[in-house]
């Protein structure tokens, strides 16, 4: 039986607004997807153990309510992150699925010096 997964868009824009698209499947850390495809910006110093701020995302306004908010633990380490916003979230805490097809994540410019 040959079975097609299908590919899902995951979009950085970068601090001069540049954009890289990346094809990933679905289940896919977020975090590991920019690590992989050297996103400049996303350092992943932690790894993914949501202990740093290193892989800090801002979540564009119409993805916002798709996303969600952070809660607990990456709240947390998301108050120490400098110029946190409402949109800011972990990407190690955000996986690919089919209703994140498309999402668009802006990278801060404070984190390529890190």
Known sequence: MNIERTMLRLIFIHPDGTETMLSVPPGTNIMDVAV???IDGISANC???CACSTCHV???PDWLERVGAAAGMEEDILDFAPDARPGSR???QLVMSEALDGLRLRIPDWQRWN
Do not use: F, I, P, T
Request: net charge neutral; with cysteine.
């Open 58 to 60: 801002y979540v564009e």
């Open 36 to 38: 992989k495809n050297d």
């Open 90 to 92: 972990l990407s190690c």
């Open 47 to 49: 790894r993914g153990n």
